[in-house]
């Protein structure tokens, strides 16, 4: 039951989460770049409706028509000329996605006026600019707004149009997904997509609108008979505002008005059908592009002009006009979108005007779903997905998720190729599934993990980690673990022990010695001691590798430090605890391994470096000191400041040992120790040359300074010796002999 919990649980993350990423604008982002993007060019292009195509200004039109580059700089005869012509082919609206706010010569504009009336299907664009503006409260304090106004085209222009409209894009980040068809912030004015379908239907509506009318649908005073056929661009707005806001209660949502059962009655021609859900539809949405550039028919503007034989048949058909160049990706009016091409050249403002005017046409701009439905189909998802990879063997689980997956991929491509459907697509596939993925699979082994960790904290107690993890996860004969090893070995002692076990019950004693050991074992792992033995009150550890590393001997070295300093801090809150650590340090070969007989083994360090280690640490004892290695240990660790002491025969060993006493990091060192290291360095120079006098004067010097030094009154008290009379001066004066430990 608890594993069916947690594998629901796993999913009902999955599919949250999916869920709200989905619903936040990143996600929203995600779904746009990437998701929408690829259901596009797995769409590939498609044929656009036949109704529309697109006249074209290109970076050739001016010189095969005989005028400057710039269209800015043509007269408005050329305009004249191109409405004289279309209006010869039959077009059925002349959508001019060109801006004519300023005036020219008065007779050119006459002429393109005259042009524009007497051809009574002129659409012209209405330039909406919006700005921040600076407005001052109560206490001075400064906001901004955003503000829009129009920019009506001219007005000579304007009074011949059938209809005039704005075609702002909204863009999101660098690209266009959507277009306007009522324009809210403009007091819900028609854009030129949504005027241009109006106006193209115009002759085929007379009786519905007429039914409109009649049923009370709509209330406009004498709406004309044709939607603006005896009227002008002024009636037309009026007329389209007043049924957007009769026909959509909502045009921010799309929510629909009364009556619209009876406006789709059987029967009615597609293109009213298409004007019904212009208008009970929603404000904004999303652009369904066709393709690449020229994937709608465009025709050059000095084909038309010259009346080339090229030109298809326009009979009935919507002419939107305006800058579009298929081989220059740098004409001045172009829009990023998923379908710009590999050489840079993008979807033209004009023919995006025509791409929107072809989707409400069609009815076939692409249909997002809304928060609700989204937010539970991808939590279902995520719930099936993250439960099967959970739940299921790995063999099994894992197949079956991404067979879901690659099931609903193909579901949601073909929604959108044959029914315009957007459902999310990179969410659940590109970031529920590896996570559903990840997290089933990641369960699974923290699962199996939690079983091994179990057995291995059991064998850690007693053996290194590393190990106990080998043989917890049976990859490891319990034999192989056996070795010899160059090690840096580590030696510790519990100074005044007996002391404290007198004065201690076994039960404190045995919580006083834990805490110890852990205070002083911290250090130890921070500095990755290989192998710890506890011995009695002490500790024997080594830092192993296959040859001499100096990198393992600076971390024995940084650890015995630690450690003194640990153990210096456990003695405040352990007043029992007066002397201070004693550590002892040697470098050379060690067998690390199982030792013991009569079936119960101990995981050990033996050699004789670990032995030297032990008396080393034990001379602490005789020189009143805390933390000393053989001279061997400390070559070329540059940053410790250690002391020689000089050569000792220790207890029951055969060979000298060069000791030196370490005393801190160079980099923590104070004058004083530095000092002290000089002195001592001098003094014992003269004693090793048998000039006891001297060097007892330099050690007597030494203590005034620093009373306590025990290395500096263990030979004090050996020249006071040598001086003596009655005594015996050694052979070697170099060299200490021990023989106690």
């Known amino acids: 039951m608890r594993r069916l919990m947690k594998g629901l649980a796993v999913g009902v993350c999955t599919g949250l989460s999916g869920a709200l990423l989905a619903l936040s604008p990143l996600g929203a982002g995600f779904e746009r770049n990437v998701g929408l993007a690829w259901l596009f060019r797995a769409r590939g292009p498609i044929t656009p409706p036949a109704e529309m195509v697109v006249v074209g200004i290109n970076a050739r039109t001016g010189a095969d028509i005989g005028l400057p580059s710039l269209p800015i700089q043509w007269p408005r005869t050329i305009h004249a000329r191109l409405i004289e012509e279309l209006v010869r082919r039959n077009a059925s609206v002349i959508a001019f996605d060109m801006h004519f706010s300023e005036p020219k010569s008065a007779e050119q504009d006459r002429a393109f006026a005259t042009a524009i009336t007497e051809s009574g299907r002129v659409v012209l664009l209405e330039k909406l600019i919006g700005r921040r503006q600076l407005i001052t409260g109560g206490g001075g304090k400064q906001s901004a707004i955003w503000t829009e106004s129009t920019e009506p085209p001219l007005a000579s222009l304007a009074a011949g149009s059938k209809g005039i409209g704005s075609f702002p894009l909204p863009k999101l980040g660098a690209s266009v997904y959507e277009f306007w068809t009522f324009k809210a912030s403009a007091g819900d004015a028609p854009t030129l997509p949504a005027v241009a379908l109006q106006l193209h239907a115009a002759a085929t509506h007379p009786h519905w609108l007429e039914s409109l009318v009649r049923t009370g649908t709509i209330t406009v005073r004498d709406p004309p008979p044709a939607a603006g056929a005896d009227g002008d661009a002024g009636a037309l707005r009026e007329l389209m505002r007043s049924l957007r806001s009769t026909l959509a209660a909502d045009g921010a949502t799309g929510a629909r008005g009364p009556q619209q059962d009876d406006l789709l009655e059987p029967g009615l021609p597609p293109v009213l059908r298409a004007l019904v859900e212009l208008y009970r539809g929603p404000n904004v949405r999303y652009l369904n592009f066709y393709g690449p550039p020229g994937t709608i028919t465009t025709i050059p503007y000095q084909a038309v002009i010259n009346a080339s034989g090229d030109v298809p048949d326009l009979s009935g058909k919507v002419v939107f006009v305006g800058y579009s160049d298929l081989y220059d990706a740098g004409q001045p009016d172009r829009f990023y979108t998923v379908f710009t091409s590999d050489d840079g050249v993008d979807l033209s403002g004009v023919e995006i005007a025509a791409t929107s005017f072809a989707n409400l046409l069609t009815n076939r701009a692409l249909k997002p779903l809304n928060a609700l439905p989204t937010a539970a189909m991808l939590t279902a998802f995520g719930l099936i997905m993250g439960a099967l990879v959970y739940l299921l063997p790995a063999l099994w689980g894992v197949p079956l998720a991404l067979a879901l997956a690659a099931s609903y991929a193909l579901a949601a491509q073909h929604g959108f190729t044959t029914r315009e459907l957007w459902l999310p697509f990179a969410t659940p596939l590109l970031a529920q599934t590896p996570v559903a993925l990840f997290a089933g699979l990641l369960g699974q082994y923290l699962l199996e993990r939690r079983r091994g960790k179990r057995v291995s904290e059991a064998i850690s107690y007693y053996l290194p980690e590393n190990i106990a993890r080998d043989l917890a996860k049976n990859t490891l004969d319990p034999a192989s673990v056996n070795k010899v090893v160059f090690s840096t070995c580590l030696a510790t002692d519990m100074a005044g022990f007996s002391s404290i076990a007198e004065k201690l019950p076994p039960g404190e004693l045995a919580s006083f010695l834990n805490e110890y050991f852990d205070s002083l074992s911290r250090p130890l792992r921070e500095h990755k001691v290989d192998v710890t033995e506890f011995r009695a009150d002490g500790i024997m550890c080594a830092w192993t590798s296959p040859a001499p590393l100096l990198a393992a001997r600076r971390s024995a070295v940084l650890a015995a430090l630690g450690a003194a300093a640990a153990i210096t801090e456990f003695k405040q809150r352990n ?50 000191s805390q933390i000393l290695a053989s001279q061997s240990t400390v070559e070329a660790l540059d940053e410790i400041l250690v002391r020689p002491l000089g050569r000792f025969q220790l207890a029951g060993k055969s060979e000298p040992v060069a000791v030196v006493e370490i005393v801190a990091l160079k980099e923590r060192a104070t004058a004083g120790d530095l000092q002290r290291c000089e002195r001592f360095a001098q003094a014992l120079a003269h004693f090793q040359a048998a000039d006891w006098a001297m060097a007892h004067t330099l050690f007597d010097g030494i203590l005034d300074g620093h009373p306590e030094d025990g290395p500096t009154r263990f030979y004090r008290a050996r020249c006071l010796r040598y001086l003596d009379a009655s005594s015996t001066a050694p052979e070697d004066p170099g060299l200490i002999l021990m023989t106690e430990k």
């Open 575 to 624: 007043p029992v605890l007066v002397s201070p650590l004693r550590i002892g340090l040697e470098v050379g070969w060690v067998y690390v391994g199982h030792a013991g007989g009569g079936g119960h083994f101990v995981y050990s360090i033996v050699g004789d470096c670990a032995n030297t280690a032990s008396r080393v640490e034990s001379l602490n004892k005789h020189l009143g």
